[in-house]
Each structure stands twice: as structure tokens, then as C-alpha cells.
């Protein structure tokens, strides 16, 4: 006889996305003729930077060619692309990682959700409370999370509440965990740490022997100068910081998949022995054993989003999915609505009106002016009474949405 894995059974039916997605195929069922417009997951519109497309031909004509086709290739990534991010996303601002310290992979998704792989079962779990789902729901299906209660609440993690009554920014944990999630700037909030409240979480986990696992996925979003880009611009963050990037949201990549984890090889955890154990060695062997390396072509893509042109290209890209940030962040406070967010994120968070629901107010948008956005409790009971927008769109369906919702009777 063969069993599950119980921990599936606990997990909501659906992950968030693919919940919201259910919703609007059948209201599109029921209404065909709607026009809906979707500022619902952070998915990217923009087409991919023509240097990127320009080095995507060229990869894919050396896998035409015998003396250039490649087969399987490096697990942890291939070393021009390694040596490229290491020299601009982190010399280039004065931090020191090694090559063998960065390991290429198909996105940061993938990597946060796997990382648990290398990581014990008993270790205590924070997160900020709301959160990217995918952080909670792999530590449910790993069996760390505990049970659920009506709120929606795991009692084994510990939730550090970022709302707008303490402007967004986490305390510190009351009760020790071993492992906390940070992700700045942050998703579903659009709001970041200043380096002064991110050293305190550096410091924490020093004093704790704790690891944060630091995902910085928009971090090509931010625009204001004491907004750290890495953790590891925080002393002290070498020894205790896992960062995770992405070239999804950086340069259209939702489609092509490509991102990278640093993992700094001074970073230890004990063994059931207390011996202490590299989490590279770790990862390395894990990745090593569970995955087969990203595509070159997308490796060779991925690097030259680093080139001249590449740079320039993107850095246009985003400034389209920002100018659409201030429409829906103007927009929605002229409605009178509090909103956070949209300066150094392509996320709008806001606070519904009159105390709707999240899941009232994504229905009422839905149906009365035909507009997805993201209900705040579906990234955890702290989002309740929030809702996000994403300023992924085209620019005409940013200002179209905003034009129905400033019409909306709400
Ligand atoms: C989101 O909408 O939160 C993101 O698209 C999720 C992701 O990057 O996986």
C-alpha cells in the first residue's frame, strides 16, 4: 500500500493564484463579453529587452551547430553568467561573493520553496504576516507548520504583523525562530526595510544563531537611496543570510525562468550531532541531485540583461510598470483609500473601505467594474482588509482600470 504525503491533505485545495484564476474563468464563463482586466498576480506584459531576445537567437543557432551545441551543463549554472552577476549585482556595490557562492536556477519560486529540502524539520518558522504564499505553503507541506486555526493561522509559525498600524515593519519575533522569511522590497505590501531596520533582523539572527532567508526579487524596483538592494550589504549578513534573486519581474522573465541563490559558504547549521554543517555543501548537493541546471540558452538571455544595451532596455521596462505604479497609487487615494507602496515595488497595497472583506472587495471589483486585483487575507490573516494591485499591466489597461474604478460607486 502506498501513502501520501499527510501534510498535502492540511494545505488549502489551491494556491492563491490558481484560486483567483478559477474565479475569473467562470465569471468570464457567465459573461463573455466582459472586458476584464487583470491586476491580479504579478505577471509581467512587457516583452523581453532586445538584447535578451538577440542573445536568446544566438544560443539557440550554437545548439544548431555541432561544434557548439552544448548538453548538460553546470548544475549550480554556467561560469560567464555566475562571474556576471557576482560582478554586477554585488561587487559593483562593494560585497564580496565568490562565484561557487551563486547557484543559477529556474527562479526564485523554485528556490525559496526548495531551500526547506536542506533544512530540519523541527526548526521554528517566521514569517511576515501577510507573506508570499509559497514560503508558508512549502513549511506546510515539509510538516513544520503546525495546524491551522480560523484565522488561517499555523500554530508552529511564528507571524511578525506588518500592517499599517507599525507602517509595514516587523518586530522582532517575541518567542526564538530558527529561520525567518524576509522579503524586500516586499511582496504583496510594496513596502521595504531601510538598512538601519534591516540590521536589526541581521543582528537578531547573529545573537539567535538563526538563518533568514532574504528574497530579492524586486529589488531592480527600488528607487530610494537607503533602501538596501542585498542583505549583504548589511555587516554581519554574510554569516547568516541566504538571498535569493530573480530575473522575472528584473527583465520580463516570468515566461523564460531564470534567477540565482547566494549561499555564502561560511553559513553553518547544526546537525542532530552539533557538528556544524555548510549550507552550501548542502544546497550543492541537493541541487546537484534534484536538478539538471537551467537552459543555456536562458543562462546566455540572462546574461545579457548585464550588457550596456541590456541595462539601459530594462531599466525602461521598469520605468513603464512604476509610471503605472503612480497611476494606481494616485488613483486610489484620490478615491479617498489609503494606499502603501508603488515607490520602490510594482505592488499597490490598499486598504479596503467601510471594513470589506478582501474577498468582498476582489468580488465587488470583479463583477462591478471587471477588474482583478489580490485579496490581502490570501497572503495570510494579517492581509485581511487589504488588497493588491500589481502595476505589471500595459499601460492602457493601468489607465483603463483606474478610469472604471475612479467611476466606481463603491
Ligand atoms: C505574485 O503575484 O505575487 C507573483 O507573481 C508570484 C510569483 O512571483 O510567483
Known sequence: MAFINDNFIILSETYLFSEIARKVAAYKEHNPSANVIRLGIGDVTRPLAPAVVTALHQAVDEMGQASTFRGYGPEQGYDFLRQTIVSHDFEARGISISPDEIFVSDGAKSDTGNFGDILGKDNIIAVTDPVYPVYVDTN?????????????????????PCTAENQFVPSL????ADIIYLCY?????????????????????????????FDAAYEAFISEPDVPHSIYEIEGARDVAIEFRSFSKTAGFTGLRCG????????????????RIPLNRLWNRRQTTKFNGTAYIVQRAAEAVYSAEGQQQIKETIAHYMHNATL???????????????????????????????????????????????????????????????????????????????GWKL
Open 260 to 275: 540565482y541563490t547566494v549561499v555564502p559558504k561560511n553559513i553553518t547549521a547544526h546537525s542532530k550531532n552539533h557538528e
Open 173 to 176: 519575533p517575541d518567542k526564538h
Open 328 to 406: 494606481i497609487r494616485e488613483g486610489i487615494e484620490k478615491k479617498g483609500i489609503a494606499a502603501f507602496g508603488g515607490v520602490n515595488a510594482p505592488y499597490i497595497w490598499l486598504k479596503t473601505p467601510d471594513n470589506i472583506s478582501s474577498w468582498q472587495f476582489f468580488d465587488r471589483l470583479l463583477n462591478e467594474v471587471n477588474v482583478v486585483g489580490t485579496p490581502g487575507v490570501g497572503f495570510g490573516p494579517h492581509g485581511e482588509g487589504y488588497f493588491r494591485l500589481t502595476a505589471f499591466g500595459s499601460l492602457q489597461q493601468t489607465t483603463e482600470a483606474m478610469q472604471r474604478i475612479a
Open 185 to 213: 522590497p516586499n511582496n504583496p505590501t510594496g513596502t521595504t526595510l531601510k538598512r538601519d531596520e534591516l540590521k536589526k533582523w541581521v543582528d537578531y539572527a547573529r545573537e539567535q544563531d538563526s538563518i533568514i532567508l
Open 140 to 160: 506546510v507541506m515539509a510538516g513544520r507548520a503546525g495546524m491551522q486555526d480560523a484565522s488561517g493561522a499555523w500554530n508552529n509559525i511564528v507571524y511578525l
